[in-house]
């Protein structure tokens, strides 16, 4: 298979709202809240106002922020359900990052979004579009599986990120969890797949980067996140790697894929892609 050119993926600041990015991969334990909390604090250090929407009933990302799971209000499930008063996010410990956190109820959102007679895959899309947000991005965190709460994620968004983990068969089943989030929501741009917890010292990892490049191409991103004890560390104190270790090689790939993903939407915008 020939390499696919880069997406064109959506502009950074469009007019109807801020852009919708959804970090997902059905497949677990890959990556995808330590991806969505550090680019969600690495854009917001890029001076984005960055809401975070963890919509993972583990409550993870919440947690990685320093905001206490299932006790706080408002939450993402008082935003998603129909019928609430829709709540404002709530400011976390970093300037112009902000954070709708999972709670316990989220835990039987899949069941009562089952329960809605209609509409139920777009009721977050719905909420977003009739609700301003002052944001430039909002970051969605998804569980591991393709059940409602994920593809009310892929309906809303514009964009979609997705963590791969450097690791033997990490290739299986990505073709097709590209193939079911095209059904899915066919407007949905890809921005990237994301490998993580590379180790370059090791030929397995240097052999799934080269074979990643071949089949996928420009679908995966140039910025590579090294596997590092720091960022298996960080979110049991609440902290960001950011703010755990500014300067280590963790902080240092989430920089540079913060930076690689405003590149990419901006130049799509300069393409004008489609929102
Ligand atoms: N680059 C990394 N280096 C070291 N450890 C990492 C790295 N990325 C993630 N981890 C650790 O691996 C585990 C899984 O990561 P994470 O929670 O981000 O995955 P996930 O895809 O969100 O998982 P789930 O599917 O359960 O939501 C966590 O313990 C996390 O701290
Ligand atoms: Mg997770």
């Not at 969600?40 to 919509?55: E, Y």
């Not at 797949?193 to 191409?217: A, P, W, Y």
């Not at 950011?242 to 913060?258: H, I, Q, V």
Request: hydrophobic fraction near 40%; include cysteine.
């Amino acid at each position: 298979m020939s390499p696919a050119p880069p997406p064109t993926v959506s502009r950074e600041t469009p007019g109807g709202g801020p852009l919708r990015i959804a970090v997902i991969n059905q497949k677990g334990g890959v990556g995808k809240t330590t991806t969505a909390v550090n680019l969600a604090h690495g854009l917001a250090l890029l001076n984005r106002r960055v809401l975070l929407f963890d919509l993972d009933p583990q409550g993870n990302a919440t947690t990685a922020v320093g905001v206490e799971k299932y006790t706080t209000n408002p939450s993402s499930y008082d935003f998603l359900m129909p019928g609430k008063e829709k709540p404002a996010p709530t400011p976390t410990q970093y300037d112009r990052l902000d954070l709708f956190p999972a709670n316990i109820s989220l835990v039987r959102a899949e069941m009562d979004l089952l329960q809605l007679k209609d509409h139920r895959d777009t009721v977050l899309k719905r909420n977003l579009e009739g609700q301003s947000f002052p944001h430039d991005v909002i970051l969605f965190d998804a569980p591991p599986s393709l059940g409602l709460l994920t593809i009310n994620i892929l309906l809303a968004s514009d964009l979609v990120i997705i963590p791969v983990q450097c690791e033997y068969l990490a290739l299986e089943g990505l073709t097709m969890l590209l193939e079911t989030i095209e059904q899915i929501n066919p407007s949905l741009e890809l921005l990237g797949c994301v490998l993580t917890m590379v180790d370059l010292r090791t030929n397995l990892s240097q052999e799934i980067i080269k074979d990643m490049r071949t089949h996928f191409g420009g679908k995966v991103l140039k910025t590579l996140i090294p596997r590092t004890v720091r960022l298996a560390e960080c979110p049991s104190h609440g902290k960001t790697i950011f703010d755990y270790e500014r300067w280590g090689a963790g902080a240092r790939a989430y920089e540079s894929l913060s930076k690689e993903v405003l590149s990419r939407i901006r130049n799509g915008q300069r393409k004008g892609a489609r929102r």
